[in-house]
C-alpha cells in the first residue's frame, strides 16, 4: 500500500459513546417536543381568537339620548286665614256631673255673675268698664290670646279694676276639633300670656261656642282651669236689638245663673246699651252681682 493510498477494502467502525451521544440525543428530542407543544397551543390560541372575533357584536352606532331635566315647581305657600269669630255661643256638650264643668252656682242664693266673652276690644270693652265701675260691680271678662296680644293695656285694666281675667282659648276654635297638640297650644299660650300680662294665671275657660269633650277637660285640668259655661245666653252677638236682649236676661235669670254677653267679636253697641238696664232690673229684683269664683265660692 503506497503512502498515499487508502485501503478500499477497510470499512471504518462506528462505536457509541453513551457519555457522549445520549445527551445530545435527548436534548434532540426535546427540542422536538417543545416546538411541537408551541405548535399546538399557538393553533388552539389561533382557534380561540378566530372564536371570539366570531362572538364580538358590534353595536350600531346611534344617537345619545337626551336626558330633559323638568325643575320642581316651588310650592305657593298660602297664608292661613285668621279664625273669624261668629259669636255663636250655643253650647255643644252636656256638662252633667263632669268635675269641673260649671254651668252655673248655687240656686240658693240672690246672686248673678255677668261675664263677657271674646275681647279685649279697643272700643266696647273700655265702654264696659265704665259701666261696671258706675254700678260698682265686678264682672269677668273670658278673654282671646290674640286680643290680649293687640289690647294688653286693657286686660291690665280689667285686672286692676277688681274683675277676673279668663281665658277664651287663642283663636277662638272648636276646641273639640283639635288635635291633643293644637288643643293644648290654645289653652297653655293663653294661659302664658294672661300670667305674662297681669301676673296672675288664669283659673276658668270658657270653651268657644261651650263645645267641649273629654280632651278639652283633660287639658283645663292639666291647666288647673275649671270649665264655666252659662246658663243664661242674651243672644246679644245676633244683635236682634236692646229690647230683646234684656227681655232674654229678666226671663232667664235666675239665683247662682252665669250671665253670658260680649264685649267683642262683632258690632257690640246693642250689648253696650243693654247692659244698664240689665243691671238695673236684676238689681231691683234683689239680686247681686259678683264674680265667677265669688260664685262658686258660694256653693259648698
Request: charged share 15%.
Amino acid at each position: 500500500m503506497s503512502a498515499h493510498g487508502r485501503d478500499n477494502n477497510h470499512k471504518p467502525s462506528f462505536r457509541f459513546n453513551k457519555k457522549l451521544h445520549l445527551p445530545i440525543i435527548l436534548l434532540a428530542i426535546l427540542s422536538v417536543s417543545l416546538w411541537a407543544v408551541g405548535s399546538f397551543a399557538a393553533g388552539i390560541a389561533a382557534a380561540e381568537d378566530e372564536k371570539n372575533r366570531a362572538l364580538t357584536i358590534t353595536p350600531t352606532p346611534g344617537p345619545s339620548p337626551t336626558i330633559v331635566f323638568t325643575p320642581t315647581p316651588t310650592p305657593t305657600i298660602e297664608p292661613t286665614p285668621s279664625p273669624t269669630i261668629t259669636g255663636d255661643s250655643t253650647p255643644i256638650g252636656n256638662p252633667g256631673n263632669i268635675p269641673n264643668v260649671i254651668t252655673n252656682g248655687s240656686r240658693n242664693r240672690l246672686e248673678i255673675a255677668l261675664t263677657f266673652d271674646d275681647g279685649p276690644h279697643p272700643q266696647y270693652t273700655p265702654q264696659v268698664l265704665q259701666i261696671l265701675k258706675r254700678y260698682n260691680i265686678k264682672a269677668t271678662f273670658f278673654c282671646l290670646g290674640q286680643m290680649i296680644q293687640e289690647n294688653p293695656d286693657l286686660v291690665r285694666q280689667e285686672h286692676q279694676a277688681g274683675h277676673v281675667v279668663a281665658s277664651h282659648s287663642w283663636s277662638h276654635p272648636d276646641l273639640t276639633t283639635l288635635s291633643m297638640d293644637q288643643l293644648q297650644k290654645e289653652l297653655k299660650n293663653t294661659s302664658d300670656l294672661i300670667y305674662n300680662t297681669i301676673g296672675e294665671r288664669p283659673t276658668l275657660v270658657r270653651p268657644p261656642y261651650g263645645s267641649y269633650n273629654n280632651n278639652v277637660v283633660q287639658v283645663a285640668n292639666s291647666l288647673s282651669e275649671k270649665i264655666i259655661i252659662w246658663d243664661v245666653d242674651t243672644n246679644d252677638w245676633q244683635r236682634k236689638g236692646v229690647d230683646s236682649i234684656v227681655n232674654t236676661a229678666f226671663q232667664e235669670a235666675g239665683k247662682g245663673s252665669i250671665i253670658l254677653m260680649h264685649d267683642a267679636g262683632g258690632e257690640r253697641s246693642q250689648t253696650i246699651a243693654a247692659l244698664p238696664r240689665i243691671i238695673e232690673g236684676l238689681k231691683a229684683r234683689g239680686y247681686s252681682f259678683v264674680t265667677v269664683p265669688e260664685l262658686l265660692s258660694h256653693m259648698g
